[in-house]
T-cell receptor, first 113, second 115 residues
Framework: NAGVTQTPKFQVLKTGQSMTLQCAQD?????MYWYRQDPGMGLRLIYY???????DKGEVPNGYNVSRLNKREFSLRLESAAPSQTSVYFC????????????FGNGTRLTVT | KQEVTQIPAALSVPEGENLVLNCSFT??????LQWFRQDPGKGLTSLLL?????REQTSGRLNASLDKSSGRSTLYIAASQPGDSATYLC??????????????FGKGTKLTVNP
């Protein structure tokens, strides 16, 4: 059972560089989410996708874009990385109903210098 | 006021003690309340999920309760062990007026169980 898989696990970028964080789930879940976790701030929702073909902004979407490529994959793109985007990024997925539990990936630790 | 509050932020107990972690939320109109543990440098592992229609859920030494009227959930850990040391987070999930959902995490309680 792979569950939710995130790549890469670690990444260092220079200010202004771009990159895409990948997320895939094998549980046939409809909903997928991107969170960032920062000390003292907790987990904050960046974007989510309730179903294939739809995406919505969360609490902190500025500086990010997402793509729900298909039902399995949900990617997060940083077009022009900034030091404020240094964080740990988590992807999560959930089943069809709002009563389904969230399952998390192991995270990507991103440093922007 | 934070929508989801976890107090205390940190807790240190001796091995074998029974303990309770608290999660308070401001809106009683919830779908469910989910508890996670997070080990340092790792992702979140789901422990228990309580639906809005339920009062409690149990898994091994863990018992989670939900009281919507008071806006409170508790995670009870029996006979704590050093391996229980981790940060415990609660997630409240509720509907929005537009028919979508809103998920809000507490900031967690860091638990240390001393041998």
């Amino acid at each position: 059972n792979a569950g939710v898989t995130q790549t890469p696990k670690f990444q260092v970028l220079k200010t202004g560089q771009s990159m895409t964080l990948q997320c895939a789930q094998d549980m046939n879940h409809n909903s997928m989410y991107w969170y960032r976790q920062d000390p003292g701030m907790g987990l904050r929702l960046i974007y989510y996708s309730a179903s294939e073909g739809t995406t919505d902004k969360g609490e902190v979407p500025n500086g990010y874009n997402v793509s729900r490529l298909n039902k399995r994959e949900f990617s997060l793109r940083l077009e022009s990385a900034a030091p404020s985007q240094t964080s740990v990024y988590f992807c999560a997925s959930s089943g069809r109903t709002f009563n389904s539990p969230l399952h998390f990936g192991n995270g990507t630790r991103l440093t922007v210098t | 006021k934070q929508e989801v509050t976890q107090i205390p932020a940190a807790l240190s107990v001796p091995e074998g003690e029974n303990l309770v972690l608290n999660c308070s939320f401001t809106d009683s109109a919830i779908y469910n309340l989910q508890w996670f543990r997070q080990d340092p440098g790792k992702g979140l592992t789901s422990l228990l999920l309580i639906q809005s229609s339920q009062r409690e859920q149990t898994s091994g030494r863990l018992n989670a309760s939900l009281d919507k009227s008071s806006g409170r959930s508790t995670l009870y850990i029996a006979a704590s062990q050093p391996g229980d040391s981790a940060t415990y987070l609660c997630l409240r999930r509720r509907a929005t007026q537009g028919g979508s959902e809103k998920l809000v995490f507490g900031k967690g309680t860091k638990l240390t169980v001393n041998p």
